[in-house]
């Protein structure tokens, strides 16, 4: 599975271990993903998302993962997100039509 938060995009960033004598070795930072259930006020429905630490700080900094969603570009989503972004919009969509 690869290392990518499902949410921000974030991943694994490549550089150096270096040494008291100044060598360098490669090495990989991997970002803090956690499995986490964020719950979708919209669809009423819990969601489980693999997301970095950062993400959900973000996520909960923006006042919840419907806001979160509608407010994040398609690049930086994963799969899965796009189409829980494409069901809160029609949740949306059709709960602004009945009103």
Same mark, same amino acid.
């Given at each position: 599975? !690869?290392?990518i938060c499902e949410l921000t995009g974030k991943g694994r960033q490549v550089g150096h271990n270096v040494s008291h004598a100044n060598n360098k070795t490669k090495r +990989?930072? @991997?970002p803090n993903l956690q499995n986490v259930t964020l719950m =979708?006020? +919209? @669809?009423? *429905? !819990?969601? *489980? /998302? $693999? +997301?970095?630490?950062?993400? @959900?700080r =973000? +996520?909960?900094h923006v006042g919840g993962? #419907?806001?979160?969603?509608? *407010?994040t !570009? #398609? #690049? !930086?989503? =994963? /799969? $899965?997100a $796009? $189409?829980?972004k494409r069901d809160v919009r029609k949740a949306l969509a059709g *709960?602004?039509?009945?009103a």
């Open positions: 599975m !690869s290392r +990989v930072f @991997l =979708s006020e +919209v @669809l009423e *429905k !819990s969601v *489980k /998302l $693999r +997301v970095s630490t950062h993400g @959900l =973000s +996520v909960e993962l #419907d806001n979160w969603l509608m *407010k !570009s #398609d #690049d !930086s989503l =994963s /799969l $899965r $796009r $189409r829980l *709960k602004q039509a009945a």
